[in-house]
């Protein structure tokens, strides 16, 4: 059997052409779209979202159950996908999720597939990734386990684990958070950025823009990890001008090449491996904070903390 397929889209048809290109080539028994809706008053969208259900009709030309939801109304990059997985998860025990952003390896939608049965049992296990930007090979199999600090355009996982999502984690304080990292064995600077990113889903939901930290969250807070192939398997192309998430010119997530992975070489261990994960946060979360010494982390955390305890926003000394 082959694994359900959800493409999440919006407004770029190039993009999801390549996207539904390589879902074309797997051709998937079950396929499920989601498109979020028109921003009001947005001409560009207004124009691009009907190209992009066009595209769908005419591209889906293989036999399959196709499944459509298409939004009324915008809800936004944060609730949208949100919206769309537990659509998904609703209807599937599991499956895999590409964002019109990620282009995946042919190899990774029967990779994904293999892992989803092997550990669909397996409570602890709770997302299998797609991209590798790892500086070296870790552990001695196709894929590793890692506590899942990576990006989510291309990725799968289960009923089960989606089920713990909470878009406002309203339930999560930063002390319960920085305790779940402190069992990953994530240093001071680390527990503190993901605690200040809780902070902001906490005040406004990240702007409405967010959904992925709230997920990566929901695995730490339950002990989960998950599953990171040791070559890249999807390609970033949304990180230019017009996406919503603009990255940095150069980031290292950007237009990544692909590789094969097949035949799997299951690993001989499933410990997280905390050194891939803490190089990763700081390759691409923290860049600036990669070669500091632990004092000065400690001294900008206790600043940071003492401002927080005495409500001040601003420096402490003011320009005049």
Known sequence: MKAPVLVITFNRPSYARRVLETVRRYKPEHLFVFQ?????????????????????DKMVDWPCKLETYYSDKNLGCGP??????????????????????AVPHDDFF??????????????????????????????????????????LCAWASWRRAWVDFDIRLMNTSRCKLSRALSRYHCGLSERAYWCDRLDEVHKDGVGGTS?????????????????????????????????????????????????????LIHPTTTSVQTEADKEFHYRYFQRSRANWPKSKIWLVEANKWLKRLLGRNEPWRNKK
Request: with cysteine.
């Open 36 to 56: 979020d809706g028109a921003r009001v008053g947005n001409a560009m969208d207004a124009e691009r979202c009907p190209q992009v259900r066009a595209m769908v």
């Open 80 to 101: 949208g996908p949100a919206s769309a997985l537990s659509w998904f998860f609703d209807k599937e025990e599991c499956g895999i999720v590409l964002e019109d952003d």
């Open 110 to 151: 029967e990779y994904a597939t293999i892992l989803l049965e092997k550990y669909k049992d397996d409570s602890d296990v709770r997302a299998i990734g797609s991209m590798n930007v790892d500086t070296h090979r870790w552990g001695d199999g196709s894929y590793y386990f890692s506590m899942m600090n990576r990006n």
């Open 211 to 263: 959904w992925d930290m709230q997920f990566l969250m929901s695995i730490w807070l339950n002990g989960g990890k998950g599953i990171i192939p040791n070559v890249n398997l999807s390609s970033n192309i949304g990180t230019t001008s017009d996406a919503t998430h603009e990255l940095l010119q150069g980031n290292i997530i950007d237009n990544v090449p692909t590789n094969p992975i097949l035949p």
